[in-house]
């Protein structure tokens, strides 16, 4: 039976939490002076409120999950969290429609990117702040960060982990899962330290600084200005984007054992980092030649375009520095694939993944193998280990849901009068957690606010699906997971 009030008491600490992150909009409102401080006030005491009344409602209950609790706490988690995220944006009038204020929220949890808002300049400094802030507490996982400061509340925090985690192999650097997700945290805090600090350093003020440091390592895209980054025009700026963005693009177990231990060999090594290297290269050499033959970029230009874009796009972080939607359609064809395959798995990117794409190109090598040999006995190996079948059959129902949210989704934006095109971009884009699409109707710098709101509702739980890939929502909606066992 699901054990509701272990997860009332475990929702109730986490909307104490949110309350806590709004305190730092607070003070970046009070700081600025601006008329958003009554809005984060009033927000904080609802959160911390209804915080209470869960708490008190799950009193006395075990720090125990099964792994129908586990599933349940982490979907409930996204969505409450989105709930209550949103308060500050309905109480300041920055968004006035439930609606509305609930996609941007999401988006911003999910690290979607996609915003309703046709005009970020005009929000106060607290709420840019807010919508900076969302995007960095989502980029490893709410419950996630749940685990690495309050471990004894996560009872079974193995099964919380596997229900939030990406990629189809959670990897862990200890034995203790709650000192695997210090030292990940810790990793994700210095690389947005190091990335504000080599933003201040080029010029950007200290507001601007640590707004893009944190949806550049979250590869949210959430920006200040409407032109994202372009706003700077400046190729420092570009530069620093798309070295923080690809680092966060990286399996941060990986991360840590390279760089911070010092085995680099062990990245060099890897398949999955060997794909998302390979795809990154050889798409920035032929959107670069696109651009130069059809377009006339100068060289450079077109190098810093092209990269800037393939990063942003396969890390799903969805910045921008030009005008994808005036490149030729070749291009779009090349992002939308890189945008499909996304970054690693255990990053903060979302997408496929490359290493569900390495394990699926062995899959086929070794299919078109057993024809010519049928009794050949031919494993697929990840990095020399051998991969389970039953890893394997997991994997290709993961890429047939995936598939099928796009088709699904596509076919009721096209009955709502979205043409086919900018449908499926956007349903992929939603999926992948990418945010701004490629087409001049809701293209990157175009917003999604003209959607109907059923539209937006869908593609709201489309974003929620794809941040916790899919099987973990679905399978709420299963007869068997709510049968006593």
């Known amino acids: 039976m699901v054990n ?16 806590l992150f709004m305190g730092g909009s607070l003070a970046v409102a009070l700081t600025s002076h601006e008329d958003d ?5 009033v927000s904080m005491l609802l959160t911390f409120g ?13 720090n125990s999950l099964n792994r129908h609790d586990a599933y349940i706490v982490v979907t409930a988690a996204w969505a409450v969290f989105s709930l209550f995220g949103m308060i500050p944006f309905l109480v300041h009038g920055t968004i006035t429609n439930v609606t509305d204020a609930y996609f941007e929220t999401m988006s911003g949890f999910t690290t979607t990117g996609a915003t309703i808002l046709d005009d970020v300049e005009r929000l106060p400094h607290g709420m840019l702040f807010w919508r900076s802030l969302m995007q960095w507490i989502g980029g490893l996982g709410i419950v996630f960060f749940t685990i690495a400061i309050l471990p004894s509340l996560v009872g079974g925090s193995v099964k919380v982990f596997a229900a939030e985690a990406t990629g189809p192999i959670k990897a862990k650097m200890h034995p203790r899962l709650t000192t695997t997700a210090k030292w990940i945290w810790s990793i994700y805090l210095l690389l947005t330290i190091a990335c504000g600090l080599s933003f201040w350093a080029v010029g950007l003020d200290w507001f601007a600084a640590a707004n893009y440091a944190m949806t550049t390592t ?8 409407n032109d ?96 994808v939607a005036l490149w030729p359609h070749i291009t779009w064809i090349i992002l939308g694939a890189v945008m499909f395959v996304g970054a690693c798995a255990g990053s903060t990117s979302g997408g496929f993944k490359c290493v569900r794409a390495v394990m699926t190109l062995k899959t086929l090598r070794n299919n078109f193998r057993q024809i010519l040999h049928p009794s050949a006995v031919l494993p697929v190996k990840l990095n020399g280990q051998s991969v389970s079948q039953t890893r394997i059959t997991a994997l290709f129902a993961f890429f047939t849901l995936f598939m099928l ?3 699904v989704t596509a076919a009721i934006m096209v009955l709502s009068g979205i043409d086919m095109i900018n449908s499926i971009i956007i349903a992929l884009s939603c999926v992948s957690n990418v945010g701004p699409s490629l087409s001049n109707d809701i293209g990157a710098n175009i917003t999604w606010s003209a959607m109907p709101d059923y539209i937006k509702w869908t593609l709201s739980l489309l974003m929620l699906m794809g941040r916790l890939e899919i099987m973990t929502v679905l399978v709420l909606f299963t007869p068997t997971f709510w049968k006593e066992n």
């Open 228 to 323: 994202s980054l372009a706003f700077y025009a400046d190729a420092r700026v570009d530069y620093i984007a798309i070295l923080f963005q690809f680092l966060a693009g990286i399996n941060f177990t990986l991360l840590y054992v390279s760089i911070f231990k010092g085995r680099l060999r062990e990245l060099l090594r890897n398949s999955e980092f060997k794909l998302y290297l390979s795809i990154v290269l050889l798409s920035t050499l032929a959107i670069m030649t696109a651009l130069l033959i059809q377009r006339g970029y100068a060289l450079e230009p077109a190098f810093r375009s092209a990269l800037f874009h393939v990063v942003s796009f396969m890390t799903t972080t969805g910045l921008f520095n030009d005008d």
């Open 37 to 41: 401080v009554l809005a984060f006030l």
């Open 4 to 19: 509701f009030r272990i997860i009332s008491k475990i929702i109730g600490s986490l909307l104490f939490i949110e309350a």
């Open 50 to 62: 209804c915080g209470f009344l869960l708490l008190f409602l799950g009193r006395g209950a075990r």
């Open 218 to 225: 979250a590869t949210g895209g959430f920006s200040i200005h």
């Open 405 to 407: 949210m796009i088709l």
